[in-house]
C-alpha cells in the first residue's frame, strides 16, 4: 500500500507499473486521475490551493483504504494526493487498485474516490476573477459517498 500526499507532479502510468511489479496475482488493476477544471460553480478558476494537516490527512487516507480492504479483496492500494497551488489540467489525485479480479478493482477505486472526497480532510480555495473562494463540499459527493453505506 503506498499513500502519499505531496506537492509534486506523479507519473500515473509509473505508480501503476510500481502498483503491479513482481505480483503475478495481479488480474485486474483499476485507476482514476483527477484533473484540476478550468472552471467551477459557474466561474472561471485560475488555480485551485489544497491545504491540509498532514497527519490528520494520513489517518483518513489510511483508515479510507483499510476500509476498501475490508470490503473487497484487494492485493494492493495507490493512493496519491496533491497538495499547494494546481493549474488547470493539473493531476490532483491518482487512486489505483489492484485485485484478482476486476470487479473487485473496480468497486474499490469507486468507494476510495466516494470517501477521500468527502472524509479526507482537505481544504481546497480556488483562485476565479471575482478573488479567492473556499470550495463547498457538494451534495453529490455525499450521495455518492452515501450508497456504500452497510
Known amino acids: 500500500m503506498k499513500i502519499l500526499v505531496?506537492?509534486?507532479d506523479f507519473d500515473a502510468g509509473a505508480e501503476i507499473a510500481?502498483?503491479?511489479?513482481g505480483n503475478p496475482h495481479i488480474g485486474a488493476v483499476a485507476s482514476f486521475v483527477g484533473l484540476v477544471r478550468d472552471t467551477n460553480a459557474g466561474s472561471?478558476?485560475?488555480?485551485?490551493?489544497?491545504e491540509h494537516y498532514p497527519a490528520m490527512t494520513r489517518r483518513a487516507l489510511e483508515a479510507i483504504v483499510a476500509?476498501?480492504?475490508?470490503?473487497?479483496?484487494l492485493l494492493d492500494v495507490t493512493v496519491i494526493h496533491r497538495v499547494g497551488e494546481l493549474r488547470p489540467s493539473d493531476q490532483i489525485v491518482l487512486v489505483a487498485v489492484a485485485s484478482g479480479h476486476r470487479a473487485d478493482a473496480f468497486a474499490a477505486c469507486e468507494f476510495i474516490m466516494d470517501y477521500l472526497k468527502t472524509q479526507a480532510p482537505f481544504w481546497k480555495k480556488e483562485q476565479t476573477p471575482a478573488g479567492a473562494r473556499w470550495v463547498e463540499q457538494r451534495a453529490t459527493d455525499e450521495q455518492a459517498a452515501a450508497?456504500?453505506?452497510e
Do not use: C, H, I, P
Open 6 to 8: 505531496d506537492e509534486k
Open 18 to 21: 510500481a502498483l503491479r511489479a
Open 44 to 50: 472561471t478558476v485560475a488555480s485551485m490551493t489544497l
Open 67 to 73: 476500509e476498501a480492504g475490508r470490503r473487497w479483496a
Open 147 to 149: 450508497r456504500w453505506a
